[in-house]
């Protein structure tokens, strides 16, 4: 059974700071990973989709990589802003299923 | 309307009371989710319809009951529910079912069970 956790739990920045999310799983027989945005009580913003066959992806301050024979992915946040604070949460499809992990809580001081 | 909508957004309901969620997508897709998301602890996924057939149900208790009428509507109806079902009920959609779409999510509905 596919396991997905995301460390740390909770994060706190100034702003300015770059940020590093974790997120690791347990069956590297994957097909892709996505990495979502949560704002309180909202629902999921898709932020990048990595196929299984890539080890990067990029989208203006954020980039996300994925390593499957290690089960780990990070999205890495450049030159945070306050509008970044959100709980962000990592997806594994394995077999057709959506894995999530638990999210970690960032907030980002002005 | 564009994307994924949600109604109600949020609703309160009774043990005894029976009520639907509604989800509507507007991306011309051919597969729609649902998922609960409690307090503390991760997404799980509940049904999935491909082509207004269910192909997945993961061991969801029987007041949930889900129809989807076509490939753009998807209904939870709700019946009987217990405080523990209180949560937030996310909608998705994705071009196919395959494990190589990309979902798509609502807004969610913030469900209170008294």
């Known amino acids: 059974k596919q396991e997905v956790t995301q460390i740390p739990a909770a994060l706190s920045v100034p702003e300015g700071e770059n940020l590093v999310l974790n997120c690791s799983f347990t069956d590297s027989a994957i097909y892709n990973l996505q990495w979502f945005r949560q704002d309180p009580g909202k629902g999921l913003t898709s932020l990048l989709l990595?196929?299984?066959?890539?080890r990067e992806q990029t989208s203006g301050r954020l980039n996300a990589s994925l390593d499957k024979s290690s089960g780990r992915s990070t999205l890495y946040i450049a030159a945070s802003q306050p509008g970044d604070s959100a709980t962000y949460l990592c997806?594994?499809?394995?077999?057709?299923?959506?894995?999530f992990g638990a999210g970690t809580q960032v907030v980002v001081t002005p | 309307e564009t994307g994924v909508t949600q109604t109600p957004r949020h609703l309160v309901m009774g043990m005894t009371n029976k009520k639907s969620l509604k989800c509507e997508q507007h991306l011309g897709h051919n597969a729609m989710y649902w998922y609960k998301q409690s307090a503390k602890k991760p997404l799980e996924l509940m049904f999935v319809?491909?082509?207004?057939?269910?192909?997945e149900n993961n061991s969801v208790p029987s007041r949930f009951s889900p129809e989807c009428p076509n490939s753009s509507h998807l209904f939870l109806h709700l019946h009987t529910l217990q405080p523990e079902d209180s949560a937030l009920y996310l909608c998705?959609?994705?071009?196919?079912?395959?494990?190589?779409?990309?979902?798509?999510f609502g807004p969610g509905t913030r469900l209170t069970v008294l």
């Open positions: 319809y491909s082509l207004e057939e269910r192909v």
């Open positions: 998705a959609s994705s071009p196919g079912k395959g494990p190589w779409n990309e979902q798509f």
């Open positions: 990595i196929q299984s066959s890539q």
């Open positions: 997806a594994v499809n394995s077999w057709g299923k959506l894995q």
